[in-house]
């Protein structure tokens, strides 16, 4: 590829992005498909088959059932296999669910980002969605933003819940929130909104792949998180892009 386009590069990885968000709605309900691909990120890298498991043994229905932050996180550790503590779950509640405590993977991961600190993290999120869903929760916090002009906070606000850190936060809400609802919602200036703010936000962390393509471009900026998307993408589909460029 002799000329790197990160821009158009950017748009591909959201197509990409929104065509999984897109067979998602079509197998489940927007609040299950949102709440499932939210947990499969909490697994990055080497456990994320295990979330989707766990979020398909204690569905968001079955959450927003359970209703207190308390028992919620009962359900989750339980479901998870982390405790065997089943006082406060209700009648309902299917003990014979679980994973096995042995599937969770540790190897490479800081304390920090074990699992089961993960789940605790995620909770406050699905705690604060239960009244109005996890889907209804980021739209309305988009819309009190949508006038914001100053982008590098708006984020922030749209991710307003504690137990994971902000970086983490935004890599959650570009790779998952923008694109899912871009393809969910008919509300155009909410769309026309997400569009300036993927073109416009700063880019995010250095990753492993934005390091390998700093190594080998150098002299190419990456300028916002449209660009540093492309990057990703471009180093991801190397091969695929070189082939184009032929």
């Known amino acids: 590829m002799n000329k790197i386009d990160l821009n158009h590069l950017g748009e591909k990885w959201l197509e990409r992005k929104k065509q999984r968000m ?7 309900n927007p609040d299950e498909a949102l709440y499932r691909e939210i947990m499969v990120s909490l697994g990055y890298p080497i456990n994320k088959v295990n979330f989707l498991e766990l979020a398909l043994i204690l569905p968001y229905s079955e959450i927003k059932r359970l209703k207190d932050k308390q028992i919620i996180e009962k359900a989750f550790l339980y479901r998870a296999g982390f405790s065997d503590d089943r006082k406060m779950l209700p009648e309902f509640f299917d003990l014979s669910l679980r994973l096995d405590k042995s599937v969770w993977k540790y190897r490479g991961i800081r304390p920090a980002n074990f699992p089961e600190k993960r789940l605790k993290g995620i909770i406050n999120l699905l705690v604060d969605s239960l009244d109005n869903g996890i889907v209804n929760y980021f739209i309305q916090n988009i819309q009190k933003v949508i006038q914001q002009v100053d982008f590098t906070k708006v984020v922030t606000r749209i991710m307003n819940f504690d137990g994971i850190g902000e970086q983490r936060k935004k890599e959650m809400f570009f790779n998952i929130i923008l694109p899912f609802v871009m393809v969910y919602s008919e509300n155009k200036t909410i769309l026309n909104f997400l569009q ?43 091969k695929e892009e070189d082939l184009n460029s032929d």
């Open 22 to 28: 897109k067979n998602l709605l079509k197998i489940t």
């Open 196 to 238: 300036k703010l993927f073109e416009n936000f700063p880019p995010l962390g250095k990753n492993k792949f934005i390091k390998n393509f700093e190594v080998k471009f150098p002299e190419i900026e990456i300028r916002n998180v449209k660009e540093y998307m492309g990057a990703i993408y471009f180093i991801t589909n190397e």
